[in-house]
């Protein structure tokens, strides 16, 4: 029996996607190890979302090469499909796989081992034009080793073309999975346990619109009423398709989570506008507001960029006074990273590095106030904590977990009475640390 061993870099839908191959392999006879072990395959989910990421790529490569330099090194993923000539001439690959492949991984292991010996090898390659496949790649997760959050993915690809990013050209156009498909998968983690599912993809937002409009209310609804699921969460969603049906529809279901995290990027119109982004400062305002009017104190959450090309003084200062308008929940800061093959990567004005790291420094500040403030606001308040992990924190054992807001809350629960995976009512008392609340049950 061989051993594979698989590490995912990047997102979520590379995570989910490691795991369908995971489980492929595991089905085809094969025995999964960890990645430092010695294995006699190693596979790598790999990510090109910036430069920086392709490097790492490679190096993850090279570091599975290097634990077993008899092994067979596969390299699958985003960075495949923008960097090919790079993978097609490293002699520590043997084993290219793009993206809308990764489900044939158990074959394609199989062709490359009848047509290789240990006296004689040659690389193989299964990379598919991403520009032209649209084919959604249907891999369904029979298992799940996370018993109280999965997640699931419901679509891949993107037509935006924003001008800082690559991964339409790596991912392809908008590819929307059958409604059956992940009401089958989610229904079959319900019966594994399985308390919260979060729908994932490279654009959300933009499910069902290649079949001719969005489909995510409608999908929202179905899996409302699956049993055994108690709460639904959304990863990043775009500004646009929050409207005021949109809203009121998710306001209806009473699993959806109030936990919205909304792609921003910048508040300044002028950088928006350079980066091909599809709004206003104004319009994003309006779209929060829209929330805010349906649920009581919603999470709100949300990317940002400093130093994109061109960003003046003036315009990073824009973007801290919208971030304090809006009064997000939390911020993801990113600081702008030169991508190859990218409208942004030739445009003028870059900043340098020791800008960017200010910028971000300031805005990752406000951020954690605003998360502590966010926080605060919900002090005494009744909720639901669905528990995920025992922790020691400062002497102190804690059931940790989180509330649909995804508020970190914390039992105090030293003699073990509370289990993992298990809704507990009760109120949220002082913020520990910035980094989670005290939750004090009902039944102390």
Request: aromatic content about 8%.
């Given at each position: 029996m061989k051993t594979v061993a698989l590490r995912s870099l990047g997102c979520k839908v590379?995570?989910?996607?490691?795991?369908?191959?995971?489980?492929?392999?595991?089905?085809?006879?094969?025995?999964?190890?960890?990645?430092?072990?010695?294995?006699?395959?190693?596979?790598?989910?790999?990510?090109?979302?910036?430069?920086?990421?392709d490097h790492k790529s490679r190096q993850m490569l090279h570091r599975a090469k290097h634990l077993n330099p008899k092994a067979v090194v596969v390299a699958c993923g985003c960075y495949v499909q923008t960097g090919y000539e790079n993978l097609a001439a490293d002699p520590a690959i043997d084993i290219i796989v793009g993206n809308n492949e990764k489900k044939n991984i158990a074959q394609i292991l199989e062709e490359y081992f009848e047509q290789?010996?240990?006296?004689?090898?040659?690389?193989?390659?299964?990379?598919?034009?991403?520009?032209?496949?649209?084919?959604?790649?249907?891999?369904?997760?029979g298992a799940y080793s996370d018993k109280t959050r999965g997640f699931v993915k419901i679509q891949d690809g993107c037509n935006r073309f924003c001008t800082y990013c690559v991964i339409p050209y790596a991912r392809g156009r908008v590819r929307s999975r059958l409604r059956e498909d992940v009401i089958k998968e989610v229904c079959g983690m319900a019966g594994?346990?399985?308390?919260?599912?979060?729908?994932?993809?490279?654009?959300?937002?933009?499910?069902?619109?290649?079949?001719?409009?969005?489909?995510?209310?409608?999908?929202?609804?179905?899996?409302?009423?699956?049993?055994?699921?108690?709460?639904?969460?959304?990863?990043?969603?775009?500004?646009?398709?929050?409207?005021?049906?949109?809203?009121?529809?998710?306001?209806?279901?009473?699993?959806?989570?109030?936990?919205?995290?909304?792609?921003?990027?910048?508040?300044?119109?002028?950088?928006?506008?350079?980066?091909?982004?599809?709004?206003?400062?104004?319009?994003?305002?309006?779209?929060?507001?829209l929330l805010r009017k349906i649920y009581d104190k919603p999470a709100i959450t949300t990317d940002v960029i400093v130093g994109f090309p061109g960003e003046t003084e003036g315009e990073f200062e824009e973007t801290r006074a919208f971030i304090e308008r809006v009064g997000f929940f939390e911020l993801h800061v990113f600081k702008y990273s030169r991508r190859d093959g990218t409208k942004a990567a030739v445009m003028p004005g870059q900043i340098p590095e020791r800008e960017k790291a200010r910028r971000s420094d300031e805005l990752i500040s406000l951020g954690n106030q605003l998360s502590l403030e966010y926080m605060n606001a919900h002090k005494g308040k009744k909720v639901r904590l669905l528990?995920?992990?025992?922790?020691?924190?400062?002497?102190?054992?804690?059931?940790?977990?989180?509330?649909?807001?995804?508020?970190?809350?914390?039992?105090?629960?030293?003699?073990?009475?509370?289990?993992?995976?298990?809704?507990?009512?009760?109120?949220?008392?002082?913020?520990?640390?910035?980094?989670?609340?005290?939750?004090?049950?009902?039944?102390?």
């Amino acid at each position: 029996m061989k051993t594979v061993a698989l590490r995912s870099l990047g997102c979520k839908v590379n995570a989910y996607e490691t795991e369908g191959m995971q489980q492929i392999l595991s089905q085809n006879g094969y025995f999964i190890v960890p990645f430092d072990t010695c294995a006699d395959i190693y596979i790598v989910n790999t990510c090109s979302v910036t430069n920086i990421a392709d490097h790492k790529s490679r190096q993850m490569l090279h570091r599975a090469k290097h634990l077993n330099p008899k092994a067979v090194v596969v390299a699958c993923g985003c960075y495949v499909q923008t960097g090919y000539e790079n993978l097609a001439a490293d002699p520590a690959i043997d084993i290219i796989v793009g993206n809308n492949e990764k489900k044939n991984i158990a074959q394609i292991l199989e062709e490359y081992f009848e047509q290789n010996t240990a006296e004689s090898s040659s690389k193989i390659s299964h990379v598919p034009d991403m520009m032209s496949d649209l084919e959604y790649e249907e891999m369904h997760i029979g298992a799940y080793s996370d018993k109280t959050r999965g997640f699931v993915k419901i679509q891949d690809g993107c037509n935006r073309f924003c001008t800082y990013c690559v991964i339409p050209y790596a991912r392809g156009r908008v590819r929307s999975r059958l409604r059956e498909d992940v009401i089958k998968e989610v229904c079959g983690m319900a019966g594994d346990g399985c308390k919260e599912v979060v729908l994932t993809g490279i654009h959300v937002s933009s499910y069902g619109t290649d079949r001719g409009e969005s489909e995510l209310l409608t999908l929202l609804k179905e899996l409302q009423a699956i049993e055994g699921i108690e709460r639904i969460r959304l990863s990043s969603l775009e500004p646009g398709i929050i409207t005021e049906e949109f809203a009121e529809g998710i306001g209806n279901l009473s699993k959806v989570c109030p936990h919205f995290h909304l792609s921003m990027q910048s508040g300044s119109l002028g950088v928006l506008k350079r980066m091909n982004r599809h709004y206003t400062p104004d319009e994003f305002y309006d779209k929060v507001s829209l929330l805010r009017k349906i649920y009581d104190k919603p999470a709100i959450t949300t990317d940002v960029i400093v130093g994109f090309p061109g960003e003046t003084e003036g315009e990073f200062e824009e973007t801290r006074a919208f971030i304090e308008r809006v009064g997000f929940f939390e911020l993801h800061v990113f600081k702008y990273s030169r991508r190859d093959g990218t409208k942004a990567a030739v445009m003028p004005g870059q900043i340098p590095e020791r800008e960017k790291a200010r910028r971000s420094d300031e805005l990752i500040s406000l951020g954690n106030q605003l998360s502590l403030e966010y926080m605060n606001a919900h002090k005494g308040k009744k909720v639901r904590l669905l528990t995920e992990e025992t922790k020691t924190i400062e002497g102190e054992t804690y059931l940790l977990g989180h509330i649909p807001e995804y508020i970190c809350a914390g039992i105090k629960d030293p003699e073990g009475k509370y289990s993992e995976n298990t809704m507990v009512t009760g109120t949220l008392g002082e913020a520990v640390n910035g980094e989670f609340m005290q939750f004090i049950p009902d039944d102390i």
